[in-house]
């Protein structure tokens, strides 16, 4: 008689050990997290108040440039680096323990660029959002410490937020997208859905409030 023993079944202890989920929504949602991720929006927004600031002062257009290359680009070149150097798993930074740093990192950067554009004369919207935005991050490193609020979220929140204090209601518009980024966090099970709806409020109470206490 064969002996059930010899044949032992091995099945994987967590969810990290399945191979990959490569169905339809899961592709779709991760192509909505890369699409939203933080580092494109927050760039994009500094774009957008910078130029909606030059329209409306008079000042040059383009100085959400240098907002987005402190808030944005200069610290995504630094998760990069960590994801190269093999401290941090991807450029989303799943891990939780692992977020603080870059986190803190990224509120320096935002410091020191609100710092040297209130130095070059930049308009006031955009000194407000990076004002807002650090905020923002301030409160996400010191929440990530002990919980996994989504950035993502938040930052999509935060926004819809901003727009419409610029442009009125009609940015709300984009709070469908706002719920298709939280759904794809949760579909790639990045954040529980208390994370993502936490974050959401979060970004979207910020955004609302310091960005136009600030203008």
């Avoid at 935060?158 to 009609?170: D, I, K």
Wanted: aromatic content about 6%.
């Amino acid at each position: 008689m064969l002996n059930a023993a010899a044949f032992p079944v091995t099945r994987p202890e967590s969810r990290d050990d399945l191979p990959p989920r490569t169905d339809l929504p899961t592709r779709i949602a991760r192509m909505v997290s890369e699409v939203l991720a933080p580092a494109v929006l927050v760039a994009a927004l500094l774009m957008i108040v910078g130029w909606h600031a030059g329209t409306t002062s008079g000042a040059s257009r383009w100085w959400g440039l240098p907002g987005a290359l402190f808030a944005a680009v200069i610290p995504l070149g630094y998760v990069l680096h960590g994801v190269r150097k093999g401290r941090l798993t991807n450029h989303h930074i799943p891990e939780r323990a692992d977020r603080r740093v870059p986190l803190l990192f990224g509120t320096a950067s935002l410091a020191a660029g609100l710092v040297l554009l209130i130095a070059l004369g930049a308009p006031r919207e955009v000194l407000a959002l990076l004002g807002a935005g650090g905020c923002g991050l301030a409160l996400f490193a010191a929440v990530t410490h002990w919980w996994k609020m989504s950035i993502h979220a938040g930052v999509a929140s935060g926004t819809v937020a901003a727009l419409t204090a610029v442009y009125g209601p009609v940015a709300l518009l984009g709070v469908p997208l706002v719920v298709l980024g939280c759904w794809a966090r949760v579909r790639l099970t990045a954040h529980t859905p208390a994370q993502v709806v936490v974050g959401a409020v979060a970004g979207a109470v910020i955004a609302g409030t310091v960005f136009p206490l600030l203008r």
